[in-house]
C-alpha cells in the first residue's frame, strides 16, 4: 500500500494498469519491481521517459495530462504482443482464485502447480497465495465501504475468512491499522480527480 501527499498546487495522473498487464507496458515481470519504487527511466529508459515527461509537461489539464499517459501505455501494449498467452493465464487463474486454492485452480486450467505459480509471480508480481489475500481483503474492504455500518463478524464470513480476529489481522498486516482505522482513513481522505 502506497500513500503519497499531493501538496497545494501540484497535479498528478496516475495509471493504473489492468491485471497482467505489467511486463507490456513496462518491459520487465511484474515480480522484478513488486513491493518497491522504481523510476520511470530505470525501465523506459531516459530518452521515452524525457518525451513522456515533455508532453505531460505540455498538458492544459489533468484531464489531457490522462490522455498523454493512457496513449504511451496503449503505444507499448501494441508493441508487446508475445506475452498475451502468459497474461490469459494469469488472468483465468486470477478469476478462480477468489474461490479455490493453487493446486485446485491449476487442474482446472490444465497446468502444473509449479508453471502456474512461476507464470502467476512473473506477470502478477505476487505469488498467486498473496493475490487471493489482496481479493479477499479488497472484497471486505468494499463490503464495509457499502454498509452504513460495518459489522466486521459478518463481513469477515461473507467473504472468506475464518472469523473476524483473521479479518482484523489481516487489516492490520496489509494496511498497519485496523479495519475501522483504516474505513476512517478513506472515508477523511480527500479524492483526487
Do not use: C
Not at 484531464?63 to 508487446?80: G, P
Request: hydrophobic share 50%; no cysteine.
Amino acid at each position: 500500500m502506497h500513500r503519497k501527499l499531493i501538496r497545494s498546487g501540484q497535479r498528478t495522473v496516475t495509471a493504473r494498469l489492468h491485471l497482467g498487464s505489467h511486463e507490456a507496458v513496462l518491459g520487465v515481470p511484474a515480480s522484478a519491481i513488486a513491493g518497491g519504487i522504481v523510476a520511470l527511466e530505470d525501465l523506459w529508459g531516459g530518452a521515452a521517459t524525457r518525451r513522456l515527461f515533455d508532453r505531460l509537461g505540455d498538458a492544459r489539464s489533468t484531464a489531457d495530462a490522462a490522455a498523454i499517459l493512457e496513449s504511451a501505455i496503449a503505444e507499448r501494449l501494441a508493441l508487446a504482443e508475445g506475452h498475451r498467452a502468459r497474461t490469459q493465464l494469469a488472468l483465468d487463474a486470477a478469476e478462480r482464485l477468489t474461490s479455490a486454492n493453487v493446486n485446485t485452480v491449476a487442474v482446472d486450467i490444465g497446468v502444473s502447480e509449479r508453471h502456474l505459480r512461476r507464470v502467476f509471480r512473473e506477470t502478477v508480481g505476487v505469488s498467486p497465495k498473496a493475490f487471493a489475500r489482496l481479493a479477499r481483503f479488497h472484497r471486505a474492504l468494499r463490503a464495509a465501504l457499502k454498509a452504513d455500518h460495518a459489522s466486521w463478524g459478518s463481513i469477515a464470513a461473507e467473504v472468506g475468512y475464518y472469523d473476524q480476529a483473521h479479518l482484523i489481522a489481516e487489516f492490520r498486516a496489509i494496511t498497519g491499522v485496523t479495519p475501522q482505522g483504516f474505513l476512517g482513513e478513506l472515508r477523511a481522505a480527500p479524492l483526487i480527480g
